[in-house]
C-alpha cells in the first residue's frame, strides 16, 4: 500500500539532508590511499556448465590493499574489446555463483559482477571477507558497523571497492576501458551511485530503487529493514544519535547524486517500504547530470523486474555506444584466458 508522499509531490521532493565541508576532500584522500596500493589484477578461468558464456574468477585489491573477488562474464569466444557493465550486489549478497546472473553477458557485455566485503550470506553466495572488523559496537548486519566515525563506517571501505572494481574492468583486455557502466539494485543501487560519482568518465548508471539515499527522512518513515539496524542501534546508543548522523552524511546517495554527471536511469516502487519512494526522489532530484526515472505504482522493493531489465539494457546499450576504442585500450591490460 502507499505509505509515502503522493506521486505529484515525489516529483518536487528534495532532501532535507547537508553535504559536509570535506566532502569531496575524504572522498579524495580515501581513493588515493586506496590507489596508492597496487590493483594485483587476477583473472583466472572458471569451469561452468556454460556454452555460451565463459566466466573467469577475478581477485583485484580494494580498500587498504584488501583482496576483493568478482565474476568476469563474458559472451563465448569473445576477442574484440566490449562494453561493459560493472554490478554491485544488494544488501545481505554476494557475487553467487558463476552460473547464475547471465543476463548482461546474454545481451553483448563484458560482466564484472562485485563481491561484497562482509556480505553474502542472506541470499547469495559471497566470497570477500570485511577485514577491518567492526571498529565499535554494532547491531546485527553491516549498518552500524563503526558508524561512529566515517573512517571506520563499513560503506567506505564498500564505495572504495567499487571504485576499485571499475578500474579493474578497464584494465582487461576484453574491455573497451572508455564504454564501461554500472549498475545495481537496492544497496547495489546506492554503490552504483557512489560509483557514478567517484568515477570519471563512466558512460552510464543504472539505479534500481537505490537504498543508502536521505537518510534523515528514511530512518524517520520506515521500519523496514536493514535501514531499521541503524534505528535499533541509536535506541540503545541515544546519546551517539549526532555522531551517526553526521557520519552517515558522507554516504548519503543525495551527496553522491549532486556530483554525478554521467546519463542515469532510476527506478522506483512507489509500494515500496524497505526503500521508500521518497528517498529514491531526494537522490534523482539531485541528480546532475542527465536522467529519467521509472516509477511502478504497484510495486514494492522488487521495483519493475524483468521489465526493469529490459529497460537497464536498452538504456546501457546506448550509453554505451558512442566513441570508437581508445588506441591505448589494451596498454598494460590484463588478458583473460
Known amino acids: 500500500m502507499y505509505s509515502d508522499l503522493p506521486a505529484d509531490q515525489l ?84 557475487r553467487g555463483e558463476p552460473h547464475e546472473n547471465l543476463l548482461w553477458a546474454g545481451a553483448g557485455f563484458a560482466h564484472l559482477h562485485m563481491d561484497t566485503r562482509g556480505q553474502g550470506a542472506s541470499w547469495s553466495k559471497g566470497a570477500t571477507p570485511d577485514g577491518a572488523g567492526s571498529g565499535g559496537p554494532q547491531v546485527p548486519g553491516v549498518m552500524t558497523r563503526g558508524i561512529l566515525d566515517p573512517q571506520t563506517y563499513y560503506y567506505r571501505r564498500l564505495f572504495t571497492d567499487a571504485v576499485r572494481a571499475v578500474q579493474a574492468a578497464r584494465e582487461l583486455a576484453v574491455v573497451n576501458p572508455d564504454r564501461v557502466a554500472v549498475t545495481g539494485i537496492s544497496q547495489g543501487g546506492a554503490v552504483a551511485l557512489a560509483a557514478t560519482a567517484l568515477c570519471p568518465g563512466l558512460r552510464g548508471a543504472v539505479v534500481r530503487v537505490p537504498f543508502l539515499s536521505d537518510f534523515p527522512r528514511a530512518l524517520q518513515i520506515t521500519d523496514a529493514y536493514p535501514y531499521r539496524e541503524v534505528r535499533d ?25 549532486a556530483q554525478a554527471t554521467v546519463p542515469a536511469l532510476f527506478t522506483a516502487g512507489l509500494m515500496d517500504a524497505v526503500t521508500p519512494p521518497s528517498t529514491v526522489y531526494a537522490a534523482y532530484n539531485a541528480y546532475a547530470g542527465p536522467k529519467q526515472i521509472t516509477a511502478w505504482p504497484f510495486n514494492g522493493h522488487e521495483g519493475g523486474g524483468a521489465e526493469d531489465d529490459v529497460a537497464a539494457v536498452h538504456f546501457l546499450r546506448e550509453m554505451t555506444a558512442a566513441g570508437a576504442s581508445s588506441e591505448a585500450a589494451t596498454a598494460g591490460a590484463v588478458a583473460v584466458g
Open 11 to 94: 516529483r518536487a521532493y528534495t532532501s532535507s539532508q547537508t553535504r559536509p565541508a570535506d566532502f569531496a576532500e575524504f572522498w579524495s584522500e580515501t581513493l588515493d590511499e586506496a590507489r596508492s596500493h597496487p590493483l594485483n589484477l587476477t583473472v583466472t578461468a572458471e569451469p561452468t556448465v556454460l556454452e555460451t558464456i565463459d566466466v573467469y574468477d577475478v581477485e583485484f585489491a580494494g580498500w587498504n590493499g584488501e583482496p576483493v573477488r568478482a565474476w568476469l562474464r563474458l559472451p563465448h569466444g569473445a576477442a574484440e574489446a566490449l562494453p561493459c557493465v560493472v554490478e554491485f550486489v544488494g544488501y545481505g549478497g554476494g
Open 233 to 257: 542501534f541509536l535506541s540503545v546508543h541515544r546519546t551517539e544519535a549526532d555522531r551517526a548522523q553526521e557520519t552517515l552524511r558522507y554516504f548519503d546517495g543525495v551527496n553522491f547524486a
